[in-house]
């Protein structure tokens, strides 16, 4: 098997990195756009589901892509010197994004059902505290439970998950990324969903909910910030219940 010189595979991963930076920054700047166009908050809004699913998926990249950019490095270094594995981390990439696809599906779903039911504002956010509330304390709840916990210390580095030997076929790196993917998930689904408690398109509920999850697996020693994090979130759910 040929083996790939140090040289180039340090630019591959640089070119993964760009690659990387820039799908994160073209998001952004979709997102910044969009809201921009957005109807003003006296405005009904009509539900499109195509649309409303294109905003959820960009909004996966946008969010999630930058705090799984260490992870999915690690992988790219990791990889033999091998020819056959530069595709190997973009594979693993989109296997990931399935994922957060799947769960923009979600989203979608239960948008247009919230909607229906007409508990949404025209910035599609929760119109009641009480929904408001209830959301905010289980997301804070949820910060404390061992899964939690078990799926972040896999969503911080798919490096445990490649013990039993590296994915070095194309098919078996976008099942590494699916299943980083679904650790990642099972760590974020809940700040995610907060997004219906600040507007589903308000850039700084998205900004903060970003910059949370980046902290959250990036500063891997520090379980205060999981904690305090889930202690305000209770804190500001039990506010709106009884306000």
Known sequence: MP???LQALRHSQALLLACLILASLLSWWYLVRMAEGMPTLDTPMAFQPWA???MWMVMMVGMMLPGATPGILMF???RPRSGTGGALPYLFTLGYLLVWAGYAAL????QWGLHALGLLTPSQALSGHLLAGVL?????????TPWKQACLRYCRSPLGMLAEGFPDKRHRALLAGLRL???CAGCCWALMALMFVGGVMSLACMALLTLVILLEKVIAPWKRLDDTL???LVAGGGWLLFM
């Open 3 to 5: 083996t790939v010189p």
């Open 52 to 54: 409303t699913f294109s």
């Open 76 to 78: 790219a270094t990791a």
């Open 107 to 110: 989203a979608t779903a239960a």
């Open 136 to 144: 905010l304390m289980a997301a804070g709840i949820f910060q404390w």
């Open 181 to 183: 993917g679904f650790y």
């Open 230 to 232: 889930g202690l305000v």
